[in-house]
């Protein structure tokens, strides 16, 4: 079999589509995403509240969800509030919904 090593390129779509399976790949992400869609917005100290893990293991999750685009954070010193990018959140289920289609 002949490899190439040729930069491939993918559409934006597709490209759109790994990015937000990548934040989704651990199930505290999807979690934090579920508890998301149910507030307006919320702290990271409320999410050490909710979930059992340290606040900088609450902070890196954040951090891979906030890089793909899903949630948004406004800094409330000292604090920061994060909810979901509600624009990303819609082309992430178009997409996924188009993947499963």
């Avoid at 651990?26 to 702290?43: D, G, Y």
């Avoid at 999410?47 to 902070?59: E, G, K």
Wanted: proline share 4%; net charge positive.
């Amino acid at each position: 079999m002949k490899r190439s090593l040729e930069h491939i390129e993918y559409k934006k779509d597709t490209e759109a589509l790994a990015k937000f399976a990548k934040a989704l790949s651990h199930p505290t992400r999807v979690a934090i995403l579920k508890h998301l869609e149910n507030q307006s917005c919320c702290f990271t100290g409320d999410l050490v509240d909710v979930f059992p893990l340290a606040q900088s293991t609450i902070s890196q999750h954040l951090k891979e969800l906030k890089n793909a685009g899903l949630i948004q954070g406004e800094l409330k010193p000292p604090k920061i509030k994060y909810c979901i990018n509600q624009d990303k959140w819609n082309i992430a289920k178009s997409l996924f919904q188009q993947f499963f289609d």
